[in-house]
């Protein structure tokens, strides 16, 4: 795919941290996801690459993907991944998947249904 080809594609931009290792290289290096697509994704760190160089990404939740490097700028890399991914997976849920706030967070008022009566010595 090229540039041109995936400007229409989805992009959620997050914070999130992956970690991107230059094919044949044992080290990767840490890097901040600026944008994420199916696709392919734009990165910033301090990962020296060039164009059309291959890249092995770890995204949490999603595991490691092939890609190769689109373009490279300054500090920022695009990459074009092998095979799309389903980017929503790497979307880190912020409110918890339990119905009610946590104790601590619930206000501290005493329930309507209590009678609240005059306390016998």
Do not use: C
């Amino acid at each position: 795919m090229t540039a041109i080809d995936t400007r229409n594609l989805k992009r959620d931009s997050l914070f999130l941290m992956a970690d991107v290792r230059l094919e044949g290289s044992e080290r990767s290096e840490r890097v901040k996801v600026r944008n994420l697509s199916d696709g392919g994704m734009m990165i910033e760190g301090e990962l020296v690459a060039s164009a059309g160089q291959r890249v092995v990404v770890t995204l949490k939740k999603i595991g490691e993907v092939g890609g190769v490097v689109a373009w490279s700028q300054s500090a920022r890399v695009g990459i074009s991944f092998d095979e799309p991914v389903d980017a929503g997976l790497a979307r880190t849920s912020l409110v918890s998947e339990k119905s009610e706030a946590p104790r601590y967070a619930r206000p501290a008022v005493a329930p309507a249904t209590h009678v609240w009566g005059v306390r016998q010595v």
